[in-house]
């Protein structure tokens, strides 16, 4: 096999959004060569995603136009010549000991050697199963706002938004702004919940002001608010047509009998996010369980240094935060990475670290106040496929559990769940809530995936030139090694 | 038509793409599940265990659930990959 090219940089960057971008302004400002790559085919990220189409004066509703021109200001500091950004690029594996990244992009196959690597990957949207959640038009908040914001596309008419937190409220205003339909935002908190944990934000003016907004606009289009409730089966042939949501108690258990049926055609989840710790735990970066958002993240101390020399995070990755964290914690790991290799960060690190500690006291605070609650984890009855790819239901991963798993790693060979094409990345948290729940384990203790590389599917052209670069290895390593057949 | 382009945003030049041999319209720079959606053609996929009919789903390229066959590629995230003029699309649903 051929050897694949091998390009250096000084820094290299994995994910273009709020924390990446503002990591290689920060370090390219400082002297340092920065190289920023995303797989996306711009750099923004999800928050800061920027129109696609080819104009760029659009005629957003408000509540977007706002985001994408602060993204634009953002991402204008790219413009840098030290700053080489690579989209379209998909970093599928990292070798912690060279500190070189796989990628895999427009030109093909090619290895990055950096002196420092940050990851700034960002999170993925957290949703619970119930049946019907795979049907078309069952969509993530996050992707509704996607299409409205990269594409100008409203995905649906009618619109269900369910789940717990923030994001269902922003979603929800951005959609009726664009002339959507919003039959109600479903939340799993009850209003006294809600009620008694938005206190906690008392002094957050921002966090709060920007909650009222919302909630003023919702109101005044009469959007019903269903606190306490869940969404407990999206029905239709081929797609979306109709919505059933219940009332739960305090578990998360649906209360009987209170079934509510409403005509929709789209249906948008989000039970908040999850950190996309993928590349960092194939790097061996230590991980530490965050109680506030109940998942495992990316372990950073003051400087954002992982455990891992000269392996940097920032970000959702190192545990939920928001943009706000996410800006902070770019700048910072650009500083410090490019102060480590002898350049001068014009900025005060000091002041910049003072606010990050303020901006995840407030994350913090609002992750506590939405909760996923473990008796959803009775709406995915044992026919519901709980590995969307593998077909996987329910049931299965339960006789597994009564036969003795009590870790994702083992119901994986058994099972094949988390072994499709999205490799777990939406079915993991969901088997850890059930995992927990069947066996009455604290979620902490249950155990993500473990990562393997390529952390996407990528070609095997791509993953076999590398390999065969770095040690001759037989046919059935590359196989054995890729996570296919060895459990 | 459940999904519709939003007024008064600006969009590229006017182009055709062949989805299943039928010709749809759609504008450069928009996602090839953009242009699914707004044709009505929501169900891209069909799951290969169980058959159930699947969509665009996370938006961002981690679901794989709205992967189609373009220009005789196959697995191709549509949500990821733009349209271009004479972009062949199979879908499976």
């Known amino acids: 096999m051929t050897g694949?090219?091998?390009?250096?940089?000084?820094?290299?960057?994995?994910?273009?959004?709020?924390?990446?971008?503002?990591?290689?302004?920060?370090?390219?400002?400082?002297?340092?060569?920065?190289?920023?790559?995303?797989?996306s085919a711009s750099a923004g990220?999800?928050?800061?995603?920027?129109?696609?189409l080819a104009e760029r004066d659009h005629k957003y509703p408000d509540s977007l136009a706002s985001n994408i021109q602060q993204g634009r200001e953002l991402l204008a500091?790219?413009?840098?010549?030290?700053?080489d950004t690579q989209c379209n690029t998909l970093v599928w594996n990292v070798s912690a000991e060279e500190l070189v990244l796989n990628l895999c992009g427009p030109t093909g196959a090619w290895a990055l050697k950096a002196e420092r690597i940050i990851f700034s990957t960002g999170a993925y949207e957290r949703v619970m199963p119930f049946p019907g959640w795979t049907l078309p038009g069952v969509i993530t908040a996050g992707g509704a706002q996607l299409m409205l914001k990269g594409q100008g596309l409203l995905p649906g008419r009618r619109f269900l938004l369910a789940g717990t937190g923030p994001l269902l409220q922003v979603a929800a205003v951005q959609l009726l702004e664009a002339g959507a339909d919003i039959a109600a935002i479903v939340?799993?908190?009850?209003?006294?919940?809600?009620?008694?944990?938005?206190?906690?934000?008392?002094?957050?003016?921002?966090?709060?002001?920007?909650?009222?907004t919302n909630r003023k606009k919702l109101l005044q289009a009469k959007v019903p608010f269903k606190y306490g409730h869940a969404i407990v089966c999206a029905q239709g042939e081929e797609e979306v047509s109709r919505a059933v949501i219940m009332k739960i108690d305090g578990d998360g258990h649906p209360l009987p009998g209170s079934e509510t049926t409403l005509e929709v055609d789209t249906i948008c989840l989000n039970y908040g996010f999850?950190?996309?710790?993928?590349?960092?735990?194939?790097?061996?970066c230590e991980q530490y369980f965050d109680y506030n958002f109940g998942a495992y993240a990316t372990k950073i101390d003051e400087n954002l240094e992982t455990s891992v020399a000269g392996i940097f995070a920032a970000g959702e990755t190192c545990g939920i935060g928001g943009a706000d964290v996410a800006l902070l914690e770019g700048q910072l790991a650009g500083a410090v990475a490019a102060r480590q290799l002898g350049f001068d960060p014009e900025v005060d690190e000091d002041v910049l670290h003072r606010k990050q500690l303020q901006a995840r006291t407030v994350a913090a605070t609002l992750g506590k106040m939405f909760p996923v609650k473990p008796g959803l984890c009775a709406l995915a009855g044992d026919d519901v496929s709980v590995c969307r790819c593998e077909g996987v239901s329910a049931g299965e991963v339960r006789t597994a559990i009564r036969m003795g798993v009590t870790q994702l790693n083992q119901l994986k060979p058994w099972t094949r769940v988390g072994m499709g094409r999205c490799q777990g990345r939406i079915c993991g948290e969901v088997l850890r809530q059930i995992v927990a729940h069947e066996t009455g384990s604290d979620v902490q203790e249950i155990l993500p995936f473990t990562p393997r590389a390529p952390v996407k599917p990528v070609l095997l052209e791509a993953v076999g030139g590398a390999v065969?670069?770095?040690?001759?290895?037989?046919?059935?390593?590359?196989?054995?090694?890729?996570?296919?057949?060895?459990? | 038509m459940t999904a519709q382009r939003i007024n008064g945003v600006r969009r590229g030049e006017p182009i055709t793409i062949t989805v299943n041999e039928e010709e749809v319209e759609a504008y450069a720079g928009e996602s090839i599940a953009a242009a699914l959606l707004a044709s009505g053609r929501r169900a891209i996929r069909q799951n290969v265990k169980g058959g159930t009919p699947r969509g665009y789903f996370?938006?961002?390229g981690m679901c794989f659930d709205c992967t189609a066959t373009v220009d005789g590629n196959p697995n191709v995230r549509t949500c990821m990959t733009e349209v271009h003029s004479d972009c062949v699309v199979e879908t499976s649903s």
């Open chain 1, 274 to 284: 999850i950190p996309a710790t993928e590349l960092p735990g194939i790097a061996g």
């Open chain 1, 4 to 39: 694949i090219k091998q390009d250096t940089t000084e820094i290299a960057i994995v994910g273009a959004g709020p924390a990446g971008v503002s990591a290689a302004v920060t370090a390219a400002r400082a002297g340092a060569k920065v190289t920023l790559v995303d797989e």
């Open chain 1, 468 to 487: 065969a670069d770095a040690a001759e290895l037989t046919w059935e390593d590359h196989i054995g090694g890729y996570g296919v057949a060895r459990t």
């Open chain 1, 187 to 212: 939340e799993l908190q009850s209003r006294i919940e809600f009620l008694r944990l938005a206190s906690r934000l008392w002094g957050h003016w921002d966090k709060l002001g920007h909650g009222i």
């Open chain 1, 77 to 83: 500091g790219l413009n840098h010549p030290g700053i």
């Open chain 1, 45 to 52: 990220g999800q928050y800061y995603k920027q129109p696609a």
């Open chain 2, 58 to 60: 996370c938006g961002m």
